[in-house]
């Protein structure tokens, strides 16, 4: 096989699991992204494309049944306003009552000013029933947030995940 079908057989491939993950986001979080049956999170995708420097926003589940949100930002700025936002603050409290202490944390603070784009990765997964701990009071396995920049390369065809207004050098485009 050639180089540049393999290159193209590859960006289809990405598109497929992009199509995967939109489908998975609808049965996940529902059509506006509201999340279903979980637990009582506000719309925090509505919440996010709200947010001033928000560049876009995608939802999916894994097939480990962890939920992602996708968030886009321009840089630092737009990620501390995202963070210090009422539907942010009111979704940290939610864990501040699992004993999760944010008094001390400042947001970001490892990164430099002026960084962007960033995408932010939150991921959950809830727990059974019967593995809800008692001290945390969380239905929760796990959450994570991820901080992420784009490298250099890549290739696509016709559609990317990431939105159009966030630039990557030496990405090809393979659209025809």
């Not at 509201?34 to 999170?41: S, Y």
């Not at 939802?59 to 963070?83: C, H, P, T």
């Not at 701990?133 to 995940?161: C, H, T």
Request: proline letters at 5%.
């Amino acid at each position: 096989m050639k180089a540049s079908t393999k290159r193209i057989t590859g960006a289809i491939v990405c598109a497929a699991a992009t199509v995967g993950m939109a489908y998975f986001a609808t049965s996940a979080f529902g059509q506006n992204g509201a999340q279903r049956n979980g637990g009582g999170l506000p719309d925090l995708v509505g919440g996010l494309k709200q947010i001033d420097g928000c560049l876009g926003v995608e939802a999916g589940q894994m097939n480990s049944g962890k939920r992602s949100i996708l968030a886009w930002f321009e840089d630092k700025d737009a990620v501390i306003r995202w963070y210090n936002s009422r539907m942010h603050q009111g979704a940290m409290q939610m864990f501040a009552g699992a004993g999760v202490d944010y008094s001390e944390k400042k947001p970001l603070a490892h990164v430099p000013d002026g960084t962007g784009p960033i995408l932010v990765i939150a991921t959950l997964k809830m727990a059974a029933e019967n593995q809800v701990k008692a001290s945390q009071g969380m239905p929760l396995e796990m959450i994570s947030i991820e901080l992420y920049q784009p490298l250099p390369g890549g290739a696509f065809a016709n559609a990317r995940l990431a939105p159009d207004s966030v630039k990557v050098p030496h990405m090809a485009d393979y659209t025809q």
